[in-house]
């Protein structure tokens, strides 16, 4: 048990990239906070991390960044941040230095924090099973310890020496593991009898510019196809609202256009029969939804190209409820349709997604599998992720003070 009220409050840092290592960020420090209830938390975190007190000394939106390119573009300004970061820390001293996922930032930073006697931690590990493994090795001289979300993941680590806790994925804390259709479908005021399409291309500009169009027209398609659908787009925030309002407005409008939300990613897809989005969180959002679904994507093409000319991609599949499956043991048989750059066309996912729907068995054994997967997300560990997370951050913090 941590003795919070017999020592000096520790500094926590954190430093989280993008809205979902905000998300996290929030959780643990709540978690943190019943255990050290006078302790600081500083670094770079967003809205939900300032508002459980954390001092945020840059603005998150800087470390928002998604591809190669997109990297190298930002790179001379990533590196001055990283280096002031860097600085403020080395003079702070914090008790430990929890690095929130992007990890082409943070991971360098934590190398340099733990070189200089800090305790370091990597909250989500990098996807060492899709990417070279050999990362793992260098993962392990950036952190002390290393929190995963998936439950293959220590395993990896274990080969090369880490330390890597399995600390649960958050977002199987936050759906049920049997869904409610209907009651998201009451919630969004939509009809319970009609088929229903959520729609999720993106929820960043980038994406939308590159793919947006690409699934509206798909989902003309469906709707041509299937009458009586209704199709849900929700937008991630303001600025995906804009975007995704200009490429409706050139579309059609007799009543088969999506019908534009703000947020309610998670109440659209319970409400759906099937999702037809982009790869990433999102599918694995999809599958705690239980609902099936169709991926889609295209990265930046100087991205894909450095990609493939390098050789860094070791997985012949690329959407998170397919590799869990494997990994746990379900089978090598895809359960979500994957249509990746090339083959992300309109004309493809509009032929996916109306197999689906018309395929009512493959749906249902689908399900059946979307909750075994949930299960093993949860694994048989008590509490919630981010408490767990904070149990394993808390092990570093007091072996510092036994340390000192």
């Not at 991390?49 to 300004?77: C, K, N, Y």
């Not at 259709?181 to 510019?209: C, D, F, M, Y």
């Not at 798909?218 to 609202?241: K, S, Y």
């Not at 951050?393 to 003070?401: G, H, P, Q, S, T």
């Amino acid at each position: 048990m941590s003795a919070a009220g017999s020592v000096p409050a520790p500094l926590i840092a954190l430093v989280a990239g993008e809205d979902s290592g905000d998300q996290l960020g929030a959780d643990l420090i709540a978690a943190l906070r019943r255990r050290y209830p006078h302790a600081r938390f500083a670094g770079i975190g967003g809205a939900r991390m300032q508002a459980r007190g954390f001092e945020s000394w840059h603005d998150i939106r800087e470390l928002s960044l998604f591809g190669f390119s997109e990297v190298i573009t930002h790179l001379p300004r990533l590196l001055r941040l990283r280096r002031t970061l860097l600085a403020r820390l080395l003079e702070a001293r914090p008790a430990v230095v929890v690095g929130i996922d992007a990890p082409d930032f943070n991971l360098g930073l934590e190398r340099r924090l733990q070189q200089a006697g800090l305790k370091t931690a990597h909250y989500v590990s990098p996807s060492v099973w899709a990417w070279r493994e050999k990362r793992a090795r260098k993962i392990g001289r950036s952190a002390s310890r290393v929190l995963c979300l998936f439950p293959m993941e220590p395993a990896i680590y274990a080969r090369h020496g880490i330390d890597a806790r399995f600390v649960g994925h958050p977002l199987a804390d936050r759906f049920a593991l049997v869904s409610d259709r209907a009651g998201a479908r009451t919630a969004l005021k939509l009809p319970q009898q009609v088929p229903i399409l959520a729609l999720l291309p993106g929820s960043r500009p980038a994406e939308l510019t590159r793919m947006g169009q690409i699934f509206i027209d798909a989902a003309t398609r469906i709707a041509a196809a299937l009458p009586g659908l209704r199709i849900v787009l929700p937008a991630a925030n303001p600025q995906v609202h804009a975007l995704l309002a200009a490429l409706l407005a050139k579309g059609p409008h007799d009543g088969t256009a999506p019908l534009l939300l703000d947020g309610h990613a998670h109440e659209a897809m319970l409400a759906a029969d099937v999702v037809l989005l982009a790869s990433g969180t999102a599918t694995l959002e999809a599958m705690l939804a239980k609902r099936p679904m169709v991926v889609g994507y295209r990265v930046a093409p100087l991205s894909y190209r450095i990609a493939r000319a390098l050789r860094m991609i070791k997985t012949d599949v690329y959407t998170l409820p397919n590799i869990l499956a494997r990994a746990c043991g379900l089978g090598n048989e895809l359960l979500v349709p994957e249509l990746m750059q090339d083959d992300c066309t309109a004309e493809n996912l509009a032929a996916a997604t109306l197999a689906l729907f018309k395929d009512h068995a493959r749906r249902g054994a689908i399900v059946i599998a979307f909750e075994q997967l949930h299960q093993a997300l949860r694994g048989d560990l008590e509490g919630h992720a981010g408490d767990r997370a904070a149990a394993a951050i808390a092990e570093l913090i007091d072996a510092r003070r036994g340390d000192g």
